[in-house]
């Protein structure tokens, strides 16, 4: 399994991007997809995932604001971020979990200024 990370870049506060993790390989093997973020000298989080099933689940500092989804036909895995805040900057990372291993995509950087 493979994992490719877009769509990060430079946003003001309030402002919105939209990250795509494209996954190839063994898709079949996967049971959930995450994102995953690390904000500058703090440890890895989760911030949102999805199964296979289409049951989603959010870190509650970025509920109501991020919405994760995918589009089967693309194998394509989404995270829209709205209402972006300063301490939403980090590296986020998208991560594929399924028969006992995982599988990670590189980074993509998301900053967002005041």
């Known amino acids: 399994v493979q994992l490719q990370a877009s769509g990060g870049g430079l946003a003001q506060a309030g402002g919105s991007l939209r990250l795509s993790c494209a996954v190839s390989?063994?898709?079949?093997?996967?049971?959930?997809i995450g994102w995953y973020r690390q904000a500058p000298g703090k440890e890895r989080e989760l911030v949102a995932a999805?199964?296979?099933?289409?049951?989603?689940n959010y870190a509650s500092s970025v509920k109501g604001r991020f919405t994760i989804s995918r589009d089967n036909a693309k194998n394509t895995v989404y995270l829209q971020m709205n209402s972006l805040k300063v301490e939403d900057t980090g590296v986020y990372y998208c991560?594929?979990?399924?028969?006992?291993?995982?599988?990670w995509g590189q980074g993509t950087l998301v900053t967002v200024s005041s």
């Open positions: 390989g063994s898709t079949s093997s996967i049971n959930a």
């Open positions: 991560c594929a979990i399924g028969h006992g291993s995982s599988w």
């Open positions: 999805i199964t296979s099933g289409g049951s989603t």
